[in-house]
Each structure stands twice: as structure tokens, then as C-alpha cells.
């Protein structure tokens, strides 16, 4: 499968504890992208990354997220000591470089607070 | 900062009747125009793409769409509806990052429902 990965597909947690979401982009992708869908919104934009670099995390919450590419590896979204309101679908999505190229979508993460 | 209105939450539409979705967007300069399409459970596929040139796109699945800039308008279309297009639409605009990126700012969608 040449598409985004994402796993898990769904994770459930108990409110404090961790939770941590793992994309794979596209082969050939360098940039990759996180987005968070609430029920009945659209997504919002979190945070881009491209190889050991976060470029702009505007949408990312000011606690509690993290998001990282290394030189190896998947992308990972860290949540610590997730709430009830973290609950929600949290896409991945990848690109080539240029800013005109779109971006392809991963099937997401279905996250659930207990 | 960009914005995206999909003003119709659900569409019911007969299986082959015409169909278009509408998507309003704000943004100071020329955008980068999307339609995605996402099914229960699933991520978004991308429907079509809009950069520049022609102002009517066409992209998959019998689907087109075309970029109004006086109406800053990017309505997407399809002339016979099949029940497999069942599923939600997102109309997205995308802004350039530092980087050479793209942010995408998404519509909060609209659900369509086909009848047989």
C-alpha cells in the first residue's frame, strides 16, 4: 500500500494517560501534516513538519501536544494526560515539497477518552 | 486569514439527477482550491484541485468544478449522481507555509444522501 499510514486505527485511553498517534507518509513524501476532526466539523489544521522539523504548529494546542518527524521513522502526535475533549479524529496527511502539490490523506485515528 | 463556507449540511439528491455542492472561500490572494470526499470511517480523497489556468476543473469520479473569483465561489458539480457518491464533501482552500507548504483550511462539510 503506497498511501498514508496510520495507526492506530482507533485508540482508546483513560483520561491522564498518553496517547500516541503514528503516521508513515507517502513514499516519496517529505512533508507531512496533522489534522484533528471533531464530530460534525470539518478538520482543523494542527501542525506541519518536514524531516526533523516542526515549520508551523499555529494549530496546535499550547499544552499537552507534541509532533515529530525524525530522519527515521514515522511522524508521531504525542497527547499527555489526554481529557474527554481530545476525543476525535486526528489525520495525518503528506506531500511532495512544493506548495502546490496536494496533499494525501491517511484513514486517521479514531481517539476515545474514557 | 482564509475561511470556507459550505452553506448546504445535507443534500438529498435521486440517483441519477444533477448535482452541485456549493463552497464559498475567503482569502487575500489567488488560492489553492480543493474538494475532498470522505466516507464513514475513512480519510479524504481528493476530488479535484484548482491552482491556476482554467477556471473549470475536472477531476475524478464524473466530478467537476469551477472557480468563480468575483463570487469567490468553488461550487462542485456532477451531472448524474450514482448512489456510490453517497458520502461527506469538504471544500478546502489552502494557504502557503514557510516551508513550501500548504495549510488547509477545510468547510465544515456537506453530507449527501442518494435516493434510489
Known amino acids: 500500500n503506497a498511501g498514508v499510514m496510520q495507526n492506530p486505527r482507533h485508540l482508546v485511553r483513560r483520561r491522564g494517560q498518553e496517547a500516541r498517534l503514528r503516521c508513515s507518509p507517502m513514499?516519496?513524501?517529505?512533508?507531512v501534516y496533522w489534522y484533528r476532526q471533531l464530530p460534525e466539523e470539518g478538520l482543523k489544521f494542527m501542525v506541519y513538519?518536514?524531516?526533523?522539523?516542526?515549520i508551523d504548529e499555529s494549530g496546535m494546542p499550547k499544552e499537552r501536544f507534541s509532533a515529530e518527524f525524525p530522519k527515521e521513522g514515522p511522524s508521531i502526535l504525542r497527547i499527555q494526560q489526554v481529557v474527554r475533549g481530545d476525543s476525535a479524529a486526528y489525520f495525518c496527511?503528506?506531500?511532495w515539497g512544493d506548495g502546490n502539490q496536494p496533499q494525501h490523506f491517511g484513514d486517521g485515528t479514531r481517539l476515545s477518552i474514557l | 486569514a482564509q475561511s470556507v463556507t459550505q452553506p448546504d449540511i445535507h443534500i438529498t439528491v435521486s440517483e441519477g439527477a444533477s448535482l452541485e455542492l456549493r463552497c464559498n472561500y475567503s482569502?487575500?490572494?489567488?488560492?489553492?482550491l480543493f474538494w475532498y470526499v470522505q466516507s464513514p470511517g475513512q480519510g479524504l480523497q481528493l476530488l479535484l484541485k484548482?491552482?491556476?489556468?482554467?477556471?473549470l476543473v475536472q477531476g475524478i469520479k464524473g466530478f467537476e468544478a469551477e472557480f468563480k473569483r468575483s463570487q469567490s465561489s468553488f461550487n462542485l458539480r456532477k451531472p448524474s449522481v450514482h448512489w456510490s457518491d453517497a458520502a461527506e464533501y469538504f471544500c478546502a482552500v489552502g494557504a502557503g507555509l514557510t516551508g513550501g507548504g500548504n495549510k488547509l483550511t477545510f468547510g465544515t462539510g456537506t453530507q449527501l444522501k442518494v435516493e434510489l
Open positions: 482569502y487575500g490572494a489567488t488560492p489553492y
Open positions: 513538519l518536514q524531516k526533523e522539523n516542526i
Open positions: 484548482y491552482f491556476s489556468g482554467d477556471t
Open positions: 496527511a503528506s506531500s
Open positions: 513514499k516519496g513524501h517529505s512533508h
